[in-house]
């Protein structure tokens, strides 16, 4: 049994999330029955890029299926750069390996790790400080 949480965008659909400690996966399945896994250091990683190296500034999701080329500059390309902490591809499963930026970010939302937006289209993520208070 998993978490359930819905994409960013305004009319976002709902999938469940898994966290694999065993094979050091989430485990997503869309509510189409859709399933993905990524690299569970994605939540650390993407949280570490958003507020070190954007400088907590607001990027672009960018979500793309695996097939499409994703724009420069946002969560998306830098899930598959060869410049990521693990140097590839987040996504784990083949045919699959896109749509980072759908399901990932709101992972880091429910952790309060970051601020996201809920729109219809172009939803941006930034990195929420850590506080004095949160290192205690």
């Known amino acids: 049994m998993g978490i359930q949480l819905t994409t960013p965008s305004s009319n976002g659909s709902q999938f469940t999330v898994n966290l694999n400690s065993k094979n050091r996966t989430i485990d ?75 399901f990932i970010p709101p992972i880091l939302e429910l952790l309060d790790l970051v601020e996201l937006e809920h729109n219809a289209q172009n939803n941006r993520i930034r990195a929420l400080p850590v506080t004095a208070q949160d290192q205690a």
């Open 28 to 102: 997503i399945t869309s509510h189409a029955g859709n399933r993905f896994s990524f690299h569970l250091s994605a939540i650390r990683d993407l949280y570490l890029w958003l507020r070190d190296d954007c400088g907590g500034q607001w990027v672009l999701l960018g979500t793309k299926g695996e097939e499409e080329t994703p724009n420069v500059g946002t969560v998306e390309e830098w899930a598959r750069s060869p410049d990521n902490p693990i140097g590839d591809w987040y996504g784990l499963t083949a045919g699959r390996r896109g749509r980072f930026a759908s």
